[in-house]
Structure formats: structure tokens, C-alpha cells
């Protein structure tokens, strides 16, 4: 392990998924803002595997969030950075803003487990795994509510009620009418869930060996430990490329 106790296996995980964000991000902007057809095959196919950024993402954020000191203060930080990523999407691409990002989400998560925190430590181990588990069901169950139901598709639905979708009131939450739209959008339920097994995952990482908590792809590790500017820049800087490309050159 490095003096300032990174574990570094986090990073490097973290570094690999942002690029695979800025690379998921071209290819919407492309196909879906810029109505590049060649493209729209690779996007459908991104699209695809999409889900699996924000559940990593979530899920090392709660492991992150058991290793840190200052929660609420980091909380804060995402929580400004996020109204300031929808006040500029709603200024420059207002079809697509982004109402309720991951970056809501993580600051809403940092600020009220951060609040508890306290508490959480108290929790005993087997209590713990009580409490993992009983999420992993809950964030199965609630994973399909956007669709209007509880349950998993094929085994067994709950129909929720209709008067939920009638407004987009709830949409923190996950309820929202059809012609809702964030281009990023990660509501409390399901995720809560996650980002709790995240934050057990955390009360037990220091145990790892520690050939894992050594750098080994150092690059890598470097991204990782700058995601938010990575996740703020990129976009912009990505946009105002693809308009280049597919606008300033015709």
C-alpha cells in the first residue's frame, strides 16, 4: 500500500470506466444528437451494455464512501457540480438535460449516509450481512419500476400504481411520466441499494491482499483518481469536436 493509503485496485477500476463512459458518450452524441447512421449500430450495442457503467460506478462509490473522512463536504461538491451540469445542459441542449444525473444521486447518497455515518459504524458485522443481502433483493425488486412494476420479468411482476407516473413529481425517486427525459438519469430507487452493499463491500476492503492495493497500470490509476473533472470535461470538449467533425466541416 501507497503512505496515503489509496487502495489502488479502485482507482485503476474507476480510470477504466470513465473511458469507457467518454467512449459510450461519443457514440450517443454521434448517432443520437448528430444523427450519424453509420454509427447508430456500435450505439445500439453500447446501449446495451450501458447499464453496467452507473452499477460500477454506484457500487465503488459506496466502497469509496466507507474509506472517507468527509462525506458530507464531498457531498456538497457533487451536489454543486451536478445543478451545475443541469443549468448548462438546459441552456445548450435543453431536449437532453440532465434532471436527475449520477451525480445528483451520489450527492444526495454522500450528504444523508454521510449525515448517519456515525450510526453506521455502530452496525455489527452480522448485521451487516443481514442488510446486504436484504438490498441485493430490494435493488432486484425495484430495479424494473420505471417499466411500472416490482419484481423480475419472467418470474414473478407486481403492477404499481398508475397514479405514481401521472406526474414527474417523484422523479428522484424513479416515478415519472413517459415523456420524461435526462440524458442521464439514475433515481434513488434502485440505486440506494447498491451504493448500501457499496459502503459494506468498504467496511471490509482494508482486508484485500496487497498486491491489490499496489498500483499496477499506473496511467490508469492517475484517471481514476481525477474521474469528476474527467466526467465534467469531457463532454463539452467532446460535443464541440463531433460539431466540428459533423457541422464545421460540411
Known sequence: ??????????????????????????LYDSAVIFKVKELWAAYRVAHII??????????????AFKLSRNNIRRGLLLGAVALAVTAATWLFIPKYAV??????????????????????????????????????????????????????????TVPLPDALFQ?????????????FISADYNPILPWIFLFIIGIFIGKYIQKI?????????????????????????????LYGVLWVIFNGLC
Not at 447499464?51 to 457500487?59: D, E, G, Q, S, W
Not at 417523484?170 to 411520466?177: D, K, P, R
Request: aromatic share 10%; with cysteine.
Open 1 to 26: 500500500m501507497e503512505k496515503n493509503n489509496r487502495i489502488n485496485i479502485i482507482d485503476e477500476v474507476r480510470g477504466a470506466l470513465i473511458i469507457l463512459v467518454i467512449v459510450y458518450h461519443m
Open 99 to 156: 434532471v436527475f444525473g449520477i451525480l445528483h444521486f451520489l450527492a444526495l447518497m454522500h450528504i444523508l449516509f454521510g449525515i448517519v455515518q456515525r450510526f453506521v459504524k455502530e452496525i455489527p458485522a452480522k448485521a451487516w450481512i443481514v442488510i446486504c443481502a436484504l438490498c441485493a433483493v430490494l435493488f432486484a425488486l425495484t430495479c424494473n419500476i420505471q417499466l411500472g412494476y416490482l419484481g423480475i420479468k419472467g418470474l414473478f
Open 167 to 179: 406526474s414527474d413529481a417523484l422523479m428522484a425517486l424513479g416515478f415519472h411520466t413517459e415523456d
Open 209 to 237: 491482499p496487497e498486491s491489490l492495493k499496489s498500483p499496477h497500470i499506473r496511467p490508469l490509476a492517475f484517471v481514476g483518481r481525477h474521474t469528476l473533472i474527467i466526467y465534467l470535461a469531457h463532454q463539452p470538449i
Open 50 to 63: 450501458q447499464p453496467f457503467l452507473p452499477f460500477m460506478f454506484i457500487l465503488i462509490s459506496g466502497i
